[in-house]
């Protein structure tokens, strides 16, 4: 029989990816999504959607009889800056709704959740790489839900809910939304060079980051799931490489048809410098590492998009 | 002309002694308080008294005119115990209520914003005395609640908003719930020995606490809305003293009457075993200092009981 799974958010760029595999997979796939950044184009067929909030108790009674082996939280309003526009949502959006679900995980005796989380738990950091264990130092709304959320996986951890809290770095690739301009690096610059063979940079162009490719976070969604770590447990999901934002303009000037006239401006308040995690972590525990490089999932995600 | 303050419950305990103490230094004092663990015969004369949930926008909009001096934000959930039983209540009255009221202050000018928190976002320790820099480690849904506001006054204090969050550790005093039989060392034991001259004490005697009494309570906050301080900071308020509950035993058992029967049981799931603060940082900063030992605070607790 096949098993039956919930992935919150499968209307966005990540959910729909993992949602995707999963039903690939041979599970039963369920998700709820308020469709409020995501499309509901983006669910992958013979996903079961019931269109609703995640934090809204109401909306999980649909659920009371299914037998769900795991739940995959990835919906959430998922941008640090736009977390300061309306705070109290993205509170309920990332953090109740992970209290929602932790408790119908209790209440109907699911015992594995795995969970979005975010680089931006650590905020800015001088190290070369930052390390699970590391400081926190949350600078966003944003980040201070989702710790909270982490914080409470590990306590739902003492009820036998086994939990796993993947911290994404910059995820990038073909189903990124295209139409969003404040989140996501490459596809704000891919998005510019589509519209007018133009770029304008804001801040210097040797910021960084530490890019991952969607197949790639999807297979560490997959692993977590069948991984078999009892209690709480969180890792990075990076590539451990520095890519500087004129590496990003280098490639896309390379692979673009026209030439791409680029511009700066000054930067966005409270954007960090650069971030690179380490991943020795979840290759240890979960067995997995990157597989694209940065200029690979770049050359990919400009095909699907000319 | 008299300032306006907001005290957040001032049907409580330690929200009605801070107020009656404001009152009596001649400010203007409003409240919000949805009666739900406090009483309304507690809110002082003169107190301006709106019923309702501080995680209510709609409740703000009652001071949309009101030009207030500071917010002291007292209300909320305040037992890590009980936040088992309703986590989402817990998250909204000490969490989604802080979010609320700093985006109050920022829309309508209150630049001066403290906070209850509590020793309990340091869970246990194995120093002899926590101090503020610490690790976090919280054990309960409330000392989650209580980081994720915290770490909200922070970032509201790059909109101009000065802000204390004061770690309260063991409040006790004249004016405690004495029917609350989940919260309250002190006021539990001393509950007991009222009722039927005899006390059981769920686990060791050996566990200690830090007791604060509530005139020193009152007078950290009095010291808080007085200072200076730019930006945000948090501070212990904690006697730097250990009592262990051999030591609450003996006073009661001195101070009482009658003689009080002592019985053990096993104790209670998630309890901490000990923690005391150290003080130093509230000195140096706020010139603040405990003036009752524990033994003249208990005194004057049981002489207002008998």
């Not at 690739?173 to 133009?198: E, R, W």
Request: proline letters at 2%.
């Amino acid at each position: 029989m096949k098993k039956n799974i919930l992935v919150t958010g499968a209307a966005g760029f990540i959910g729909s990816a993992v949602a995707s595999k999963l039903i690939e997979l041979n599970y039963n796939v369920y998700t709820i999504d308020n469709l409020s950044t995501g499309f509901i184009e983006k669910i992958p067929n013979n996903v079961k959607f019931i269109k609703g909030n995640t934090y809204d108790k109401n909306i999980l009674q649909n659920f009371s009889k299914v037998n769900f082996y795991a739940i995959l939280h990835i919906a959430g309003q998922s941008s640090g800056e736009i977390s300061f526009e309306n705070p109290v949502y993205d509170l309920k959006s990332n953090t109740e709704s992970t209290l929602n679900l932790l408790q119908f995980c209790k209440n109907n005796g699911c015992n594995k959740f795995i969970f979005a989380s975010t680089m931006s738990v650590y905020g800015d950091s001088k190290k070369d790489y930052v390390e699970e264990n590391d400081n926190l130092n949350p600078k966003s709304f944003y980040s201070i839900g989702k710790i909270a959320s982490e914080q409470y996986m590990k306590i739902y951890s003492q009820f036998g809910i086994n939990s796993i809290a993947l911290r994404l770095f910059n995820v990038y690739g073909p189903g990124q939304n295209m139409t969003n301009m404040k989140q996501g690096m490459a596809s704000i610059f891919l998005s510019q060079a589509l519209n007018d063979n133009s770029i304008i940079v804001k801040g210097s162009l040797e910021r960084y980051r530490d890019f991952v490719y969607i197949d790639d976070v999807v297979s560490s969604f997959v692993l977590a799931l069948d991984s078999n770590i009892k209690g709480f447990d969180f890792f990075n999901v990076c590539s451990k490489s520095m890519t500087k934002v004129s590496d990003i303009l280098k490639i896309i000037s390379q692979e673009f048809p026209n030439k791409i006239e680029i511009s700066q401006e000054k930067g966005t308040p409270g954007d960090i410098f650069g971030i690179v995690g380490c991943n020795k972590k979840i290759l240890k525990n979960l067995n997995w590492k990157p597989t694209y490089s940065f200029n690979e999932g770049m050359i990919r995600m400009i095909n699907s998009l000319l």
